[in-house]
Nanobody, 121 residues
Framework: QVQLVESGGGLVQAGGSLRLSCAAS????????MGWFRQAPGKQRELVAA???????NYADSVKGRFTISRDNAKSTVFLQMNSLKPEDTAVYYC???????????????WGQGTQVTVSS
């Protein structure tokens, strides 16, 4: 069993900051790319940011310069620092990780339960 547990969402005013965390646990052999996605009401889930195990990052154009993704490989945790938040950043944010489980071959996608981020104007 593998679990991703997110924390750090909440309500913030426009221009404010939030920091999301996502910790992976369970029978894990290795973790490759980790990332954050978001889904606003009536919209499709979209990539926000991703980071490889070596630290290479990838951001959606809409968050470049405002959000920073990082990870602690020793703790199997990924973070998303969100600054200069805008009302259009309001969404449920989901953590994703490509994980190889102990005793298996190949990686599978795992998702967190989602955390609500609401930015008021």
């Amino acid at each position: 069993q593998v679990q991703l547990v997110e924390s750090g969402g909440g309500l913030v005013q426009a221009g404010g900051s939030l920091r999301l965390s996502c910790a992976a646990s369970g029978s894990i052999f290795s973790i490759a790319t980790m990332g954050w996605f978001r889904q606003a009401p009536g919209k499709q889930r979209e990539l926000v940011a991703a980071i490889t195990s070596g630290g290479t990052t990838n951001y959606a154009d809409s968050v470049k310069g405002r959000f920073t993704i990082s990870r602690d490989n020793a703790k199997s945790t990924v973070f998303l620092q969100m600054n200069s938040l805008k009302p259009e950043d309001t969404a449920v944010y989901y953590c994703n990780a490509h994980i190889a489980r102990m005793g298996t071959w190949g990686k599978n996608d795992y998702w967190g339960q989602g955390t609500q981020v609401t930015v008021s104007s």
